[in-house]
């Protein structure tokens, strides 16, 4: 048990991020190497001359973790064969959901597409956090962000939240996954199953923020269990053996109330107050159900 | 050393595979494809056998993906043009900064809109800022002959900056030349191995690259790296004389044309130098005394053997093949910039030639030196920049 | 101590972020019972600062808290299922 990410970064207290790459690198093991898109993990991490990480790390800009990433394997590929030697570190590349749904979408795309023998984690606050709370195509539906606020002409944002693991999967790459913060050993299992591809793969991890979503720092941890036992997150596998057919690994024994969740969050206190906004509860509870019927959870 | 008659683009694509690149990732735009499809074919046949090829997805993936494999301790080369660059932008500043040295052949040709594929120098001149090494060639061979010194001088270990090579869209790059072709053997003796030591990512030596610097460092920063753009003049001249020595072709950051002790001397980059020497030749053999200055390395600037070349002329006529929107020939603001302090100084008069492929033609150089030589009769300039060869009727 | 700039800024001595010690943001401290800790290293798995030593069992060692990164979150107190954990007010 030994800590890949150093203490003394600069993530907000109950920061789900680095709770994120601490678990990913529990399971890799120190014969990693990680990119990085710019954002809150990059920014924590990394003032020059400080940095957090006890692995090799490196960061250029914000929409090309995946292409960082695809650059170092074939680096490795290259020298081992001028070099003679068999040197396979694992490739992590790890980017927010603005870095991975929003401006790093092509690049990610093209990566998997590509093959490279790569694992890329997203951890997924659902808004872009490092520049203050705006709204990302990550974002659920009724969410307060600063780019979609509530008011008497708005509900917060409307659009449902785009499907990245599915938009993964249909690359046909070997394997993706879902995964949260507050499951630890389902999250290493995927990391590891992850790893042993010789090809790229993909995990969606889902990582409640306190400061954006606006809860307690302590939360942290019950806002990702909250989220899986109300099916708003829906923690799953695909390989490319059956594509897109989602495998549940954590399976909730019953569901609890979706406002459950909501109610516990800052950023959906429009919806209640100061009156319940019953059509935005309804498509939020619809959209669940949809999710919960498409992973066989709900018939 | 072999002598093949091949188009510019394949003879960068040449002097590439002469390179032994470790990663090329690469997208295709025109007129620069035949680099990538090259380089993909050289791999693909086994003439690169180490080589890892990687059809990225697009410019801003490919210098990306050239950031990360460099920054692993690759040698690492590319190459794009116009709109491709641009895409690129981003990432050449920060290849730049993290002291990469990526080589880049750029097929110089103009920025939409509107969309153009044709040959000017828009888009590399458009990145002077960046913090790479410029070269520019006047025809293959010094395409393919700078490409190969841009390796040396990008990785030499006081130097460690990218670099790019620009040859002209179509009229270099599509015009088929001879080009002598350099052994492999004597191209691995002048260009050994690159051995990353400032930059690596190796699990048994953790290091942390590209991390993001506050206020209190930033400035530093570049203050290190214009440092590190400057002084890497000693080792380009340092690297051309070895080249001649090895391969017998002399190059210089600037190439000095004509008359010594012309008045009216032209300044001017890329193949358009070919077409005004022919000019400068007849024009001499009038018994009329004219001198060219080309510049082949951009940046650095070369300050000193410009004003060194410029120290006889008395009116300086600037052809830039790009323009910088609302201000004039950068080239030309460059040049009077770097003379502006100085007691004696020749005048400096601009022309905009050729962009987005238009005809460069003799009569045009004999326009600009007629305008210039009637400045110089008058001792003034008329200000007004001047557009070669443009049709007025339709504007 | 000045630092020298490094060629593009390449930071070789991973981790220097130890320098920065977080603990001084805290307004709550976490407080382990050792009595209590079973050493299951929950808290552990959960700490976003990797602020916590982690327990041994063989040793019967408890988890620690490192006071000089620990920014008071409250995640380990929160999630420690014996709780084995309070948060206090730091006293400063």
Not at chain 3, 40 to 62: H, L, T, V, Y
Request: charged share 25%; aromatic share 8%.
């Amino acid at each position: 048990m030994a800590d890949l990410l150093a203490p003394g970064h600069r993530g907000c207290a109950g920061c789900p991020a680095s709770i994120c790459v601490r678990q990913v690198l529990d399971a890799a093991g120190p014969n990693t190497i990680c990119t990085n898109a710019t954002g809150c993990l990059e920014v924590m991490t990394t003032p020059y001359p400080e940095t957090a990480w006890k692995v090799p790390w490196a960061h250029s800009a914000f929409e090309n973790s995946a292409a960082m990433a695809s650059g170092i394997e074939a680096a490795y590929k290259a020298l081992n064969r001028r070099n003679g030697t068999n040197k396979k570190p694992n490739i992590i590349a790890f980017a927010g959901d603005g870095g991975t749904f929003d401006i790093g979408l092509q690049a990610l795309s093209g990566a998997l597409e590509r093959g490279h023998r790569m694992l890329f984690v997203c951890y997924d606050n659902e808004a872009y956090m490092n520049t203050g709370i705006q709204r990302c195509s990550s974002s659920p539906i009724g969410a307060w962000t600063t780019t979609s606020p509530e008011g008497s002409c708005s509900s917060g944002k409307t659009q449902r939240k785009k499907p990245i693991a599915m938009i993964a999967a249909a690359h046909d790459i070997p394997y993706v996954a879902t995964a949260c913060i507050s499951y630890p050993q389902d999250l290493k299992a995927k990391v590891k199953k992850a790893l042993s591809f010789d090809g790229p793969s993909f995990l969606h991890v889902f990582a409640p923020c306190p400061t954006g979503w606006r809860f307690p720092s302590e939360k942290t941890i019950a806002m990702g269990k909250l989220a899986v036992e109300t099916g708003v997150f829906v923690l799953y596998e695909m390989t490319d053996a059956e594509p897109m057919k989602p495998i549940v690994t954590v399976k909730p024994k019953e569901f609890r109330p979706v406002e459950e969740y909501l109610q516990a969050q800052g950023r959906f206190a429009h919806l209640f107050k100061p009156k319940r906004d019953e059509v935005t509860l309804k498509r939020i509870q619809e959209d669940v159900d949809r999710k919960l019927k498409w992973v066989g959870l709900k018939p | 050393m072999s002598r093949k008659i091949v188009k510019g683009a394949e003879a960068m694509a040449i002097a590439g595979k002469l390179a032994k690149p470790d990663v090329v990732p690469a997208f295709p735009i025109t007129p620069s494809t035949t680099f990538p499809e090259k380089m993909s074919e050289y791999v693909a046949c086994g003439e690169l056998p180490n080589t890892e090829f990687v059809p990225v997805e697009s410019e801003h993936s490919a210098m990306s993906a050239a950031i990360a494999a460099s920054a692993t301790g690759a040698r690492t080369c590319t190459a794009t043009s116009s709109q491709g660059l641009a895409l690129m932008h981003e990432m050449l500043f920060i290849a730049a900064g993290m002291r990469l040295p990526i080589v880049l052949f750029d097929a110089n040709r103009a920025l939409s809109a509107p969309l153009n594929i044709w040959g000017d120098q828009q888009d590399s001149i458009s990145e002077r800022d960046a913090g790479w090494i410029h070269f520019y060639g006047e025809n293959a061979q010094e395409g393919l002959d700078l490409m190969l010194m841009a390796f040396r001088v990008a990785e030499d270990k006081r130097v460690l900056l990218p670099t790019m090579v620009g040859i002209d869209g179509f009229v270099l790059t599509h015009t088929s030349e001879p080009v002598d072709v350099p052994e492999q053997k004597a191209v691995d003796d002048f260009l050994p191995q690159y051995k990353a030591e400032h930059c690596y990512l190796d699990p048994e030596r953790p290091t942390t690259v590209g991390a993001f610097a506050p206020p209190e460092y930033y400035m530093e920063t570049r203050y290190q790296l214009d440092e590190a753009v400057h002084s890497s003049g000693p080792v380009i001249d340092e690297v051309f004389a070895d080249f001649e020595k090895r391969f017998g072709r002399k190059y210089s950051k600037i190439e000095y044309y004509g008359d010594r002790d012309a008045e009216v001397v032209f300044v001017a980059i890329g193949s358009l130098c070919g077409t005004l020497k022919d000019w400068i030749d007849e024009h001499r053999a009038k018994g009329q005394k004219v001198g060219l200055v080309r510049i082949i390395v951009y940046r650095p600037f070369p300050f000193k053997e410009l004003k060194a070349a410029l120290a006889n002329a008395k009116i300086v006529a600037v052809v830039d093949r790009s323009i910088s929107l609302g201000y004039g020939g950068p080239v030309f603001s460059e040049l009077a910039a770097a003379f502006v302090n100085d007691a004696k100084r020749p005048l400096f008069k601009s022309f905009i030639i050729g962009l987005g492929g238009r005809d460069i033609k003799l009569n045009d150089f004999e326009n600009i030196y007629n305008a210039a030589s009637a400045d110089l009769k008058a001792g003034k300039v008329n200000e007004k920049m001047h557009w070669v060869n443009i049709n007025k009727e339709m504007l | 101590m000045v630092t020298k700039i490094t060629k593009g800024c390449v930071i070789y001595n991973s981790p220097t972020s130890l320098g920065n010690k977080t603990g001084g943001w805290r307004t709550m401290k976490p407080v382990v019972d050792e009595e209590k800790c079973k050493k299951c290293n929950i808290c552990w798995q959960f700490c976003p600062d990797s602020s916590i030593e982690p327990a041994d069992r063989k040793a019967n060692k408890a988890i620690k808290i490192n006071y000089d990164y620990c920014k008071g979150c409250g995640i380990c107190a929160a999630e420690c299922p014996f709780k084995a954990i309070t948060m206090v007010m730091e006293e400063k």
